[in-house]
């Protein structure tokens, strides 16, 4: 089970991103892809989560309605559209997946990709 995650950068603040993670190893079929993100000197935080057996979810109230989590299975890819960035959404975000359904706690899941660094700053 491998995950790799890509498509950070520097973007401006109100700008938009998407970050991708491709999976290789496994089939997503069964499996919970979520997207977590850490900030210097913070704690990682669960961001959102997807799966084919569940509504996809989104954990923290301050990206709500800005970010969109999809998946394109063809690609073994999981995507996380940002928009409307602000510079609290610097973080390096990092991708994981376990079996079954989705969940908020990094402890539910036991692989993990190698992060990409959003930097949200004029």
């Known amino acids: 089970v491998q995950l790799q995650a890509s498509g950070g950068g520097l973007v401006q603040p109100g700008g938009s991103l998407r970050v991708a993670c491709t999976a290789s190893?496994?089939?997503?079929?069964?499996?919970?892809i979520a997207w977590f993100r850490q900030a210097p000197g913070k704690e990682r935080e669960g961001v959102s989560c997807?799966?084919?057996?569940?509504?996809?979810?989104y954990y923290l109230d301050s990206t709500k309605g800005r970010f969109a989590i999809s998946r394109d299975d063809a690609k073994h890819t999981v995507y996380l559209q940002m928009d409307s960035l602000k510079p609290e959404d610097t973080a390096v975000y990092y991708c994981?997946?376990?079996?079954?359904?989705?969940?908020?706690?990094?402890?539910?899941?036991?692989?993990w990709g190698q992060g990409t660094l959003v930097t949200v700053s004029s």
């Open positions: 190893g496994f089939t997503l079929d069964g499996h919970a």
């Open positions: 997807i799966s084919n057996e569940e509504t996809p979810r």
């Open positions: 994981a997946t376990d079996e079954g359904r989705c969940s908020g706690s990094a402890r539910t899941y036991r692989s």
